[in-house]
C-alpha cells in the first residue's frame, strides 16, 4: 500500500501527464511558417521565438502543466527564446521535412495563430515579455531556463492577455464569412 504523499515529497510523473504531445519543437515552428507563408507573409525569427513561447505557456495553462513540444524556454534580454530553434534558424529557414501536428492540436495552432499572427512582432514579443514567468526568470540569471510547462511546477504560467482577432473573416469574393455547421441549411435572402 502506498501512503499519502507529504508535502516535501513530489510524486512521480505519470509519463502521459509528463511527456509532450508533438515529437519536435521544430514541427510546430514550421507549422506557424506555414500558414503564415500560405497567407504570403514571413515570420520574423524573433516573432517566432515569442510565438512558440506562448503557444507552449497557454498550451500547458489549458493542460494541467503538460508540455506541448519538448521544449526549453530561456529568458534572454530579448525575450524568451529556445536555443535549438534560434540556432537552426539564425541563418533563415533550414529544409527540414517538419511532421503535422495530430487533428485537435492543429486546431489549437489554428486557433493561436489567428490571434497573434496578424499581430506585428514587436507585440508578439512583447506579449511574451509582459510573462511572469519569463520575467522572473529574466530578473534572477540572464538566460535563465523559464519554468512554462511540465512537472515541478507549483502553478500555472500566466498570461495576461492574447488579442481577440481584429479582422473579419471574409470570402473569397471579399463577403464577410459566416459559420457553416454541415447539414444546416440556410437559404439566401431575396
Known sequence: MVGPVRKDQTPAPTARASS???RSTLDVA?????RAESAGKSVSA?????VLYLTQAIYAKANGGRKLMPATFLAAEAGPIEPTVYHIFQNGTPRIVAALPPPPIESFLADLWARLGPMADEEVIALAAEDLHYRSAFSHEKLGEIR???PGRDEQPTIKRV???TIPATTLDGRKAEKWVPGRYKPEPR
Open 46 to 50: 524573433r516573432k517566432l521565438q515569442a
Open 30 to 34: 514550421f507549422w506557424f511558417i506555414d
Open 163 to 165: 488579442p481577440e482577432p
Open 20 to 22: 509532450p504531445v508533438v
Open 148 to 150: 512554462v510547462a511540465g
